[in-house]
Protein backbone atom coordinates (compact mmCIF):
# COMPACT_ATOMS: atom_id res chain seq x y z
CA UNK A 1 0.00 0.00 0.00
CA UNK A 2 1.34 3.41 -1.04
CA UNK A 3 0.68 6.53 1.27
CA UNK A 4 0.56 10.28 0.21
CA UNK A 5 -0.24 13.54 2.85
CA UNK A 6 -1.80 15.76 0.52
CA UNK A 7 -0.41 19.28 1.33
CA UNK A 8 -1.75 21.71 -1.19
CA UNK A 9 -5.53 22.35 -1.53
CA UNK A 10 -7.88 24.63 -3.56
CA UNK A 11 -8.86 27.90 -2.02
CA UNK A 12 -12.14 29.65 -2.04
CA UNK A 13 -12.04 33.29 -2.27
CA UNK A 14 -16.00 33.95 -3.00
CA UNK A 15 -14.56 36.13 -6.07
CA UNK A 16 -16.84 34.01 -8.72
CA UNK A 17 -19.18 36.38 -10.86
CA UNK A 18 -21.45 33.48 -12.10
CA UNK A 19 -22.18 32.57 -8.98
CA UNK A 20 -22.42 35.65 -7.44
CA UNK A 21 -25.33 36.34 -9.80
CA UNK A 22 -27.46 32.47 -8.54
CA UNK A 23 -29.46 32.59 -5.65
CA UNK A 24 -27.97 31.02 -2.67
CA UNK A 25 -27.31 27.69 -2.27
CA UNK A 26 -27.09 25.05 0.38
CA UNK A 27 -23.78 23.06 -0.05
CA UNK A 28 -24.52 19.19 0.61
CA UNK A 29 -22.30 18.48 4.00
CA UNK A 30 -18.81 17.05 4.35
CA UNK A 31 -17.78 13.45 5.11
CA UNK A 32 -18.18 12.37 8.34
CA UNK A 33 -17.35 9.19 9.60
CA UNK A 34 -16.01 6.25 7.47
CA UNK A 35 -18.30 5.45 4.34
CA UNK A 36 -17.08 2.02 2.74
CA UNK A 37 -18.24 2.42 -1.41
CA UNK A 38 -17.61 0.75 -4.25
CA UNK A 39 -16.37 3.85 -6.47
CA UNK A 40 -15.16 7.16 -5.07
CA UNK A 41 -14.54 9.86 -7.70
CA UNK A 42 -12.34 12.89 -6.10
CA UNK A 43 -13.38 17.23 -7.51
CA UNK A 44 -16.63 17.78 -8.49
CA UNK A 45 -15.62 19.62 -11.79
CA UNK A 46 -17.06 18.42 -15.16
CA UNK A 47 -14.63 15.88 -15.16
CA UNK A 48 -15.98 14.13 -12.08
CA UNK A 49 -19.45 15.18 -12.22
CA UNK A 50 -18.99 13.40 -15.57
CA UNK A 51 -17.58 9.87 -14.33
CA UNK A 52 -19.53 9.59 -11.10
CA UNK A 53 -22.87 10.31 -13.30
CA UNK A 54 -21.31 7.85 -16.21
CA UNK A 55 -20.40 5.06 -13.39
CA UNK A 56 -23.79 5.54 -11.46
CA UNK A 57 -25.63 4.32 -14.99
CA UNK A 58 -23.24 2.16 -16.02
CA UNK A 59 -23.38 0.29 -12.31
CA UNK A 60 -27.11 1.12 -11.32
CA UNK A 61 -26.42 -0.80 -8.13
CA UNK A 62 -23.18 -0.19 -7.07
CA UNK A 63 -22.00 3.04 -4.35
CA UNK A 64 -20.99 5.89 -5.65
CA UNK A 65 -19.00 8.67 -3.27
CA UNK A 66 -17.79 11.99 -4.88
CA UNK A 67 -15.67 14.37 -2.92
CA UNK A 68 -14.63 18.06 -3.42
CA UNK A 69 -12.70 20.14 -1.21
CA UNK A 70 -14.70 22.87 -2.04
CA UNK A 71 -18.34 23.79 -2.45
CA UNK A 72 -20.03 23.00 -6.13
CA UNK A 73 -19.63 25.79 -8.78
CA UNK A 74 -17.13 27.52 -7.13
CA UNK A 75 -13.76 25.65 -8.65
CA UNK A 76 -12.76 26.41 -12.21
CA UNK A 77 -15.54 24.58 -13.58
CA UNK A 78 -18.12 27.28 -12.46
CA UNK A 79 -15.55 30.06 -12.86
CA UNK A 80 -14.79 29.53 -16.77
CA UNK A 81 -16.19 31.99 -19.15
CA UNK A 82 -19.11 29.79 -20.13
CA UNK A 83 -17.61 28.66 -24.00
CA UNK A 84 -18.67 24.73 -24.78
CA UNK A 85 -16.42 24.71 -27.76
CA UNK A 86 -17.22 22.05 -30.55
CA UNK A 87 -13.86 22.60 -32.86
CA UNK A 88 -10.32 22.52 -32.03
CA UNK A 89 -8.47 25.86 -32.04
CA UNK A 90 -5.83 24.56 -34.34
CA UNK A 91 -6.73 22.60 -37.13
CA UNK A 92 -3.19 22.28 -39.40
CA UNK A 93 -3.48 20.84 -42.95
CA UNK A 94 -2.05 17.36 -43.06
CA UNK A 95 -4.31 14.25 -43.65
CA UNK A 96 -3.28 13.27 -39.35
CA UNK A 97 -3.48 16.47 -38.19
CA UNK A 98 -7.04 16.89 -39.90
CA UNK A 99 -7.61 13.35 -38.94
CA UNK A 100 -7.23 14.19 -35.65
CA UNK A 101 -9.69 17.37 -36.02
CA UNK A 102 -12.10 15.03 -36.65
CA UNK A 103 -11.99 13.29 -33.68
CA UNK A 104 -11.57 15.81 -31.61
CA UNK A 105 -14.90 17.54 -32.86
CA UNK A 106 -16.58 14.04 -32.39
CA UNK A 107 -15.28 14.54 -28.27
CA UNK A 108 -16.40 17.85 -27.89
CA UNK A 109 -19.81 17.55 -29.43
CA UNK A 110 -20.49 14.17 -27.46
CA UNK A 111 -19.61 16.74 -24.13
CA UNK A 112 -22.21 19.04 -25.85
CA UNK A 113 -24.84 16.35 -26.15
CA UNK A 114 -24.58 15.39 -22.83
CA UNK A 115 -24.77 18.44 -21.38
CA UNK A 116 -27.90 18.92 -23.74
CA UNK A 117 -29.19 16.11 -22.85
CA UNK A 118 -29.14 16.55 -18.81
CA UNK A 119 -30.13 20.23 -18.99
CA UNK A 120 -33.61 18.74 -20.65
CA UNK A 121 -33.72 16.13 -18.42
CA UNK A 122 -33.15 18.04 -14.96
CA UNK A 123 -34.98 21.62 -16.16
CA UNK A 124 -31.17 23.24 -15.33
CA UNK A 125 -31.60 26.53 -15.56
CA UNK A 126 -27.85 27.66 -16.99
CA UNK A 127 -28.37 30.12 -20.10
CA UNK A 128 -27.38 27.34 -22.29
CA UNK A 129 -27.91 28.78 -25.78
CA UNK A 130 -26.58 27.90 -29.24
CA UNK A 131 -25.56 31.63 -30.65
CA UNK A 132 -22.40 30.29 -32.37
CA UNK A 133 -19.18 31.88 -31.53
CA UNK A 134 -16.98 34.87 -33.18
CA UNK A 135 -13.77 34.29 -34.04
CA UNK A 136 -11.58 37.45 -34.30
CA UNK A 137 -8.93 39.45 -35.45
CA UNK A 138 -7.93 43.23 -34.37
CA UNK A 139 -5.22 43.60 -36.09
CA UNK A 140 -5.00 43.50 -40.60
CA UNK A 141 -1.85 41.17 -39.41
CA UNK A 142 -4.30 39.13 -37.28
CA UNK A 143 -6.81 38.81 -40.23
CA UNK A 144 -4.02 37.47 -42.85
CA UNK A 145 -2.10 35.22 -40.44
CA UNK A 146 -4.72 34.42 -37.71
CA UNK A 147 -8.22 34.37 -39.32
CA UNK A 148 -7.34 33.60 -42.86
CA UNK A 149 -5.34 29.93 -42.34
CA UNK A 150 -8.66 29.21 -40.18
CA UNK A 151 -11.10 29.46 -42.50
CA UNK A 152 -8.78 27.21 -45.03
CA UNK A 153 -8.88 24.88 -42.13
CA UNK A 154 -12.25 24.91 -41.75
CA UNK A 155 -12.99 24.45 -45.57
CA UNK A 156 -10.66 21.67 -45.41
CA UNK A 157 -12.62 20.10 -42.64
CA UNK A 158 -15.85 20.91 -44.17
CA UNK A 159 -17.50 22.81 -41.64
CA UNK A 160 -19.81 25.38 -41.76
CA UNK A 161 -18.38 28.76 -41.09
CA UNK A 162 -19.13 32.52 -42.68
CA UNK A 163 -16.30 35.92 -43.19
CA UNK A 164 -18.13 38.36 -40.99
CA UNK A 165 -16.36 41.45 -42.32
CA UNK A 166 -15.67 44.65 -40.58
CA UNK A 167 -19.20 46.82 -41.49
CA UNK A 168 -21.10 43.76 -40.29
CA UNK A 169 -19.16 42.81 -36.98
CA UNK A 170 -19.13 46.54 -35.91
CA UNK A 171 -22.95 46.03 -35.62
CA UNK A 172 -23.79 42.32 -34.27
CA UNK A 173 -21.47 43.27 -32.03
CA UNK A 174 -21.95 47.08 -31.22
CA UNK A 175 -18.00 47.52 -30.96
CA UNK A 176 -15.67 48.93 -33.55
CA UNK A 177 -13.20 47.26 -32.20
CA UNK A 178 -12.20 44.25 -34.71
CA UNK A 179 -11.33 43.90 -38.15
CA UNK A 180 -13.07 40.97 -39.16
CA UNK A 181 -14.32 37.52 -38.05
CA UNK A 182 -15.01 34.02 -38.98
CA UNK A 183 -18.31 32.94 -37.13
CA UNK A 184 -19.15 29.07 -36.13
CA UNK A 185 -22.39 28.14 -35.39
CA UNK A 186 -21.16 25.13 -33.01
CA UNK A 187 -20.95 26.89 -30.19
CA UNK A 188 -22.59 26.87 -26.95
CA UNK A 189 -22.81 29.77 -24.27
CA UNK A 190 -23.80 29.57 -20.69
CA UNK A 191 -23.25 30.23 -17.29
CA UNK A 192 -20.84 27.78 -15.78
CA UNK A 193 -21.55 28.00 -12.06
CA UNK A 194 -25.00 27.46 -13.13
CA UNK A 195 -24.40 24.36 -14.86
CA UNK A 196 -22.22 22.68 -12.70
CA UNK A 197 -24.62 23.68 -9.33
CA UNK A 198 -27.74 21.85 -11.82
CA UNK A 199 -25.18 18.58 -12.68
CA UNK A 200 -24.21 18.26 -9.08
CA UNK A 201 -27.79 18.75 -7.81
CA UNK A 202 -29.06 16.07 -10.03
CA UNK A 203 -27.10 13.18 -9.64
CA UNK A 204 -28.08 10.13 -9.80
CA UNK A 205 -29.57 8.19 -6.09
CA UNK A 206 -26.16 6.02 -6.02
CA UNK A 207 -23.97 9.01 -5.71
CA UNK A 208 -23.21 10.79 -2.47
CA UNK A 209 -22.06 14.53 -2.75
CA UNK A 210 -19.91 16.04 0.46
CA UNK A 211 -18.46 19.02 -0.08
CA UNK A 212 -15.97 20.91 1.61
CA UNK A 213 -13.83 17.95 1.63
CA UNK A 214 -10.62 18.29 0.84
CA UNK A 215 -8.42 14.70 0.94
CA UNK A 216 -6.00 14.89 3.32
CA UNK A 217 -4.03 11.69 2.83
CA UNK A 218 -4.62 8.76 0.33
CA UNK A 219 -3.60 5.24 0.34
CA UNK A 220 -3.58 3.18 -2.65
CA UNK A 221 -3.84 -0.57 -2.99
CA UNK A 222 -6.09 -3.34 -3.28
CA UNK A 223 -8.49 -0.96 -1.28
CA UNK A 224 -8.42 2.57 -1.68
CA UNK A 225 -8.55 4.58 1.27
CA UNK A 226 -8.87 8.89 1.91
CA UNK A 227 -8.55 10.60 4.73
CA UNK A 228 -10.49 13.69 5.29
CA UNK A 229 -11.00 16.02 8.51
CA UNK A 230 -14.19 14.62 9.73
CA UNK A 231 -14.05 10.69 8.05
CA UNK A 232 -12.38 8.43 6.03
CA UNK A 233 -13.79 6.41 2.63
CA UNK A 234 -12.64 3.33 1.33
CA UNK A 235 -13.56 2.06 -2.02
CA UNK A 236 -12.68 -0.77 -4.59
CA UNK A 237 -12.12 1.79 -7.53
CA UNK A 238 -11.68 6.12 -7.67
CA UNK A 239 -11.42 8.21 -10.54
CA UNK A 240 -9.36 11.17 -10.31
CA UNK A 241 -10.73 14.87 -11.58
CA UNK A 242 -8.90 16.95 -9.56
CA UNK A 243 -7.19 18.79 -12.55
CA UNK A 244 -3.40 19.82 -11.48
CA UNK A 245 -4.37 18.96 -7.80
CA UNK A 246 -3.06 15.54 -9.54
CA UNK A 247 0.45 15.90 -8.90
CA UNK A 248 -0.38 16.17 -4.92
CA UNK A 249 -1.99 12.07 -5.09
CA UNK A 250 1.52 11.36 -6.63
CA UNK A 251 0.44 11.45 -9.87
CA UNK A 252 1.44 13.11 -13.32
CA UNK A 253 4.56 14.51 -11.55
CA UNK A 254 6.72 17.15 -13.57
CA UNK A 255 3.65 16.83 -16.21
CA UNK A 256 1.37 19.68 -15.76
CA UNK A 257 1.24 23.25 -16.14
CA UNK A 258 -1.07 25.40 -13.98
CA UNK A 259 -2.04 28.54 -14.91
CA UNK A 260 -3.73 31.36 -13.67
CA UNK A 261 -6.70 32.95 -15.74
CA UNK A 262 -8.82 35.86 -14.84
CA UNK A 263 -11.91 36.85 -16.06
CA UNK A 264 -14.44 40.06 -15.26
CA UNK A 265 -18.04 40.21 -15.64
CA UNK A 266 -19.50 43.97 -15.80
CA UNK A 267 -22.96 45.56 -14.40
CA UNK A 268 -25.91 44.98 -16.27
CA UNK A 269 -26.35 47.09 -18.69
CA UNK A 270 -29.53 49.49 -18.30
CA UNK A 271 -32.19 49.52 -21.62
CA UNK A 272 -30.64 53.08 -22.21
CA UNK A 273 -26.87 51.76 -22.67
CA UNK A 274 -27.95 48.45 -24.57
CA UNK A 275 -29.39 50.50 -27.18
CA UNK A 276 -26.49 52.69 -27.00
CA UNK A 277 -24.66 49.73 -28.44
CA UNK A 278 -27.55 48.65 -30.27
CA UNK A 279 -25.65 45.04 -31.02
CA UNK A 280 -26.77 41.48 -31.34
CA UNK A 281 -28.31 39.40 -28.05
CA UNK A 282 -25.94 37.13 -26.62
CA UNK A 283 -22.62 36.80 -28.61
CA UNK A 284 -19.46 35.13 -27.64
CA UNK A 285 -15.90 36.38 -29.24
CA UNK A 286 -12.99 34.10 -28.83
CA UNK A 287 -9.76 35.96 -30.01
CA UNK A 288 -7.93 34.44 -32.85
CA UNK A 289 -4.47 34.30 -30.35
CA UNK A 290 -6.57 32.24 -26.67
CA UNK A 291 -3.31 32.68 -25.02
CA UNK A 292 -2.91 36.38 -25.50
CA UNK A 293 -5.56 37.83 -26.22
CA UNK A 294 -9.29 38.50 -25.22
CA UNK A 295 -12.87 35.72 -24.84
CA UNK A 296 -15.72 38.56 -24.84
CA UNK A 297 -19.13 37.57 -24.31
CA UNK A 298 -22.55 39.92 -24.11
CA UNK A 299 -24.41 37.59 -21.88
CA UNK A 300 -28.05 36.69 -21.69
CA UNK A 301 -28.73 38.92 -18.47
CA UNK A 302 -27.30 42.12 -20.51
CA UNK A 303 -23.39 42.05 -18.95
CA UNK A 304 -20.04 42.39 -20.92
CA UNK A 305 -17.48 39.54 -19.65
CA UNK A 306 -13.76 39.92 -20.07
CA UNK A 307 -11.61 36.75 -19.92
CA UNK A 308 -8.12 38.19 -20.51
CA UNK A 309 -4.33 37.27 -18.35
CA UNK A 310 -3.49 33.63 -18.47
CA UNK A 311 -0.34 33.00 -16.65
CA UNK A 312 1.74 30.24 -14.95
CA UNK A 313 0.97 29.61 -11.62
CA UNK A 314 2.58 27.03 -9.82
CA UNK A 315 1.06 27.63 -6.19
CA UNK A 316 -2.51 28.33 -7.52
CA UNK A 317 -3.15 31.35 -5.30
CA UNK A 318 -3.46 35.10 -6.13
CA UNK A 319 -4.02 37.71 -4.22
CA UNK A 320 -6.75 40.42 -3.44
CA UNK A 321 -4.30 42.94 -4.50
CA UNK A 322 -3.44 41.47 -8.34
CA UNK A 323 -6.82 40.80 -8.50
CA UNK A 324 -7.59 44.40 -8.04
CA UNK A 325 -5.05 45.18 -11.25
CA UNK A 326 -6.71 42.72 -12.91
CA UNK A 327 -10.05 44.71 -12.48
CA UNK A 328 -8.61 47.47 -13.53
CA UNK A 329 -7.13 45.94 -16.82
CA UNK A 330 -10.27 44.70 -17.74
CA UNK A 331 -12.09 48.11 -16.85
CA UNK A 332 -9.45 49.58 -19.63
CA UNK A 333 -10.04 47.00 -21.85
CA UNK A 334 -13.80 47.25 -21.88
CA UNK A 335 -13.69 51.03 -22.29
CA UNK A 336 -11.19 50.97 -25.60
CA UNK A 337 -14.40 48.35 -26.59
CA UNK A 338 -17.21 50.61 -25.45
CA UNK A 339 -16.28 54.09 -25.32
CA UNK A 340 -19.98 55.01 -25.49
CA UNK A 341 -20.54 53.57 -22.12
CA UNK A 342 -17.67 55.02 -19.97
CA UNK A 343 -20.12 54.99 -16.64
CA UNK A 344 -19.69 50.95 -16.44
CA UNK A 345 -17.63 49.06 -14.25
CA UNK A 346 -16.79 45.48 -13.90
CA UNK A 347 -18.87 44.03 -11.14
CA UNK A 348 -16.91 41.23 -10.41
CA UNK A 349 -13.46 40.21 -11.29
CA UNK A 350 -12.15 36.38 -10.19
CA UNK A 351 -9.34 34.41 -10.90
CA UNK A 352 -9.19 30.23 -11.53
CA UNK A 353 -7.09 27.85 -11.59
CA UNK A 354 -6.55 25.42 -15.19
CA UNK A 355 -4.41 22.77 -15.78
CA UNK A 356 -1.98 22.81 -19.36
CA UNK A 357 0.47 20.57 -20.93
CA UNK A 358 3.23 20.87 -23.08
CA UNK A 359 2.27 19.13 -25.53
CA UNK A 360 -1.62 19.95 -25.10
CA UNK A 361 -2.66 16.62 -24.45
CA UNK A 362 -4.96 15.17 -21.43
CA UNK A 363 -4.26 13.09 -18.69
CA UNK A 364 -6.40 10.53 -19.35
CA UNK A 365 -7.08 6.93 -18.16
CA UNK A 366 -5.41 4.05 -16.22
CA UNK A 367 -3.58 4.63 -13.53
CA UNK A 368 -3.49 1.89 -11.62
CA UNK A 369 -5.72 -1.26 -12.16
CA UNK A 370 -8.29 0.92 -9.44
CA UNK A 371 -7.67 4.06 -10.71
CA UNK A 372 -8.93 5.97 -13.45
CA UNK A 373 -8.55 10.10 -14.50
CA UNK A 374 -9.68 12.88 -16.31
CA UNK A 375 -7.08 15.62 -15.72
CA UNK A 376 -5.55 18.19 -18.12
CA UNK A 377 -8.40 19.72 -20.23
CA UNK A 378 -5.76 22.80 -20.91
CA UNK A 379 -8.62 24.98 -20.51
CA UNK A 380 -10.93 23.75 -22.81
CA UNK A 381 -12.57 22.00 -19.68
CA UNK A 382 -16.49 22.31 -20.60
CA UNK A 383 -16.59 19.78 -23.55
CA UNK A 384 -13.39 17.96 -23.07
CA UNK A 385 -13.05 17.72 -19.19
CA UNK A 386 -16.69 16.23 -19.36
CA UNK A 387 -15.49 13.91 -22.05
CA UNK A 388 -13.00 12.78 -20.29
CA UNK A 389 -14.86 12.00 -17.90
CA UNK A 390 -17.58 9.66 -19.16
CA UNK A 391 -15.00 7.83 -20.69
CA UNK A 392 -12.72 7.80 -17.84
CA UNK A 393 -15.71 5.71 -16.10
CA UNK A 394 -16.36 3.94 -19.38
CA UNK A 395 -13.05 2.61 -19.03
CA UNK A 396 -12.77 1.86 -15.42
CA UNK A 397 -15.98 -0.07 -16.31
CA UNK A 398 -14.57 -2.26 -18.73
CA UNK A 399 -17.17 -0.63 -21.51
CA UNK A 400 -16.08 -0.67 -25.10
CA UNK A 401 -16.83 2.77 -26.23
CA UNK A 402 -14.90 4.39 -29.39
CA UNK A 403 -14.28 7.19 -28.25
CA UNK A 404 -11.77 5.71 -25.74
CA UNK A 405 -9.12 5.63 -28.20
CA UNK A 406 -10.15 9.06 -29.92
CA UNK A 407 -9.42 10.18 -26.11
CA UNK A 408 -6.03 8.46 -26.33
CA UNK A 409 -4.87 9.27 -29.54
CA UNK A 410 -4.92 12.95 -28.07
CA UNK A 411 -1.62 12.13 -26.37
CA UNK A 412 -0.06 12.12 -22.46
CA UNK A 413 0.97 15.11 -21.02
CA UNK A 414 4.81 15.65 -21.78
CA UNK A 415 8.06 15.63 -19.31
CA UNK A 416 8.96 18.90 -18.19
CA UNK A 417 12.55 20.29 -17.50
CA UNK A 418 13.50 20.80 -13.74
CA UNK A 419 12.61 23.82 -11.95
CA UNK A 420 13.88 26.84 -12.22
CA UNK A 421 14.71 25.97 -15.92
CA UNK A 422 10.70 24.95 -16.11
CA UNK A 423 9.67 28.59 -14.77
CA UNK A 424 12.05 30.04 -16.79
CA UNK A 425 11.31 28.45 -20.03
CA UNK A 426 6.92 28.95 -19.65
CA UNK A 427 7.01 32.64 -18.80
CA UNK A 428 9.65 33.49 -21.60
CA UNK A 429 7.44 31.25 -23.89
CA UNK A 430 4.51 33.16 -22.50
CA UNK A 431 6.16 36.88 -22.82
CA UNK A 432 7.08 35.86 -26.41
CA UNK A 433 3.45 35.06 -27.01
CA UNK A 434 1.84 38.41 -25.26
CA UNK A 435 5.05 39.83 -27.86
CA UNK A 436 3.75 38.21 -30.86
CA UNK A 437 -0.30 39.01 -30.39
CA UNK A 438 0.73 42.50 -28.83
CA UNK A 439 -1.90 43.89 -32.04
CA UNK A 440 -4.61 41.34 -30.88
CA UNK A 441 -5.51 43.28 -27.80
C1 LIG B 1 -11.28 32.31 -16.31
C2 LIG B 1 -11.40 30.99 -17.02
C3 LIG B 1 -12.00 30.91 -18.28
C4 LIG B 1 -12.15 29.68 -18.91
N1 LIG B 1 -12.93 29.60 -20.04
C5 LIG B 1 -13.27 28.39 -20.54
C6 LIG B 1 -14.26 28.28 -21.56
O1 LIG B 1 -14.89 29.27 -21.96
N2 LIG B 1 -14.53 27.06 -22.06
C7 LIG B 1 -13.90 25.93 -21.58
O2 LIG B 1 -14.17 24.83 -22.09
N3 LIG B 1 -13.00 26.00 -20.58
C8 LIG B 1 -12.68 27.19 -20.03
N4 LIG B 1 -11.82 27.26 -18.97
C9 LIG B 1 -11.19 26.02 -18.48
C10 LIG B 1 -12.15 25.12 -17.70
O3 LIG B 1 -12.81 25.86 -16.71
C11 LIG B 1 -11.38 23.95 -17.08
O4 LIG B 1 -10.66 23.27 -18.11
C12 LIG B 1 -12.31 22.97 -16.42
O5 LIG B 1 -13.10 23.59 -15.46
C13 LIG B 1 -11.54 21.82 -15.77
O6 LIG B 1 -12.49 20.95 -15.21
P1 LIG B 1 -12.02 19.81 -14.22
O7 LIG B 1 -13.22 19.09 -13.75
O8 LIG B 1 -10.94 19.02 -14.86
O9 LIG B 1 -11.29 20.59 -13.00
P2 LIG B 1 -11.83 21.62 -11.91
O10 LIG B 1 -13.03 22.35 -12.32
O11 LIG B 1 -10.61 22.41 -11.53
O12 LIG B 1 -12.24 20.67 -10.71
C14 LIG B 1 -11.28 19.99 -9.95
C15 LIG B 1 -11.86 19.80 -8.55
O13 LIG B 1 -10.95 19.04 -7.77
C16 LIG B 1 -11.09 19.46 -6.43
N5 LIG B 1 -9.93 19.08 -5.63
C17 LIG B 1 -8.63 19.40 -5.82
N6 LIG B 1 -7.88 18.88 -4.82
C18 LIG B 1 -8.72 18.20 -4.00
C19 LIG B 1 -8.55 17.48 -2.80
N7 LIG B 1 -7.35 17.33 -2.19
N8 LIG B 1 -9.64 16.93 -2.23
C20 LIG B 1 -10.88 17.05 -2.78
N9 LIG B 1 -11.09 17.75 -3.92
C21 LIG B 1 -10.02 18.32 -4.52
C22 LIG B 1 -11.24 20.98 -6.54
O14 LIG B 1 -11.85 21.53 -5.40
C23 LIG B 1 -12.06 21.14 -7.81
O15 LIG B 1 -13.42 21.32 -7.52
C24 LIG B 1 -11.61 28.48 -18.31
C25 LIG B 1 -11.01 28.55 -17.06
C26 LIG B 1 -10.91 29.77 -16.41
C27 LIG B 1 -10.28 29.81 -15.03
Same mark, same amino acid.
Given at each position: MNAKQISHFPIEDNTNGWSRVLPMRRPN?? @?AGLHKVDWVVIGAGYAGLAAARRLAENRPDDSIALLDAGEVGENASGRNSGFAIDLPHVVGSSMDELDGSH =???? /?? =??AIAYHETQIERYNIDCDWSKPGKYQTACSAQGVTELLEPFARELEALNEPFSWIDKADLDKRLG????KAAIYTPGCRLLNPAALVR? @??DNLPENVSVYENTPVTRFNSGAEISLTTAGGEVRAKQMILGVNAFAEQFGFY =? #? #? /? /???AANASLSRQLTDAERDTIGCEENWGVTP???FAAITMRYTQDHRILIRNNIYYNPSMR???SYQGKIARRHKRLFDERFPMLPQVEMEYTWTGFICLSQNGAPGFGRLADNIHTSICQNAIGVTKGTTGGMLAADMACGIDNELIGFMQSLGEPSRLPMQPFLGIGVRARMAWELWRARKEV
Amino acid at each position: MNAKQISHFPIEDNTNGWSRVLPMRRPNPA @LAGLHKVDWVVIGAGYAGLAAARRLAENRPDDSIALLDAGEVGENASGRNSGFAIDLPHVVGSSMDELDGSH =RYMA /LA =RAAIAYHETQIERYNIDCDWSKPGKYQTACSAQGVTELLEPFARELEALNEPFSWIDKADLDKRLGTTHFKAAIYTPGCRLLNPAALVRG @LADNLPENVSVYENTPVTRFNSGAEISLTTAGGEVRAKQMILGVNAFAEQFGFY =R #R #R /L /LPFAANASLSRQLTDAERDTIGCEENWGVTPANAFAAITMRYTQDHRILIRNNIYYNPSMRETASYQGKIARRHKRLFDERFPMLPQVEMEYTWTGFICLSQNGAPGFGRLADNIHTSICQNAIGVTKGTTGGMLAADMACGIDNELIGFMQSLGEPSRLPMQPFLGIGVRARMAWELWRARKEV
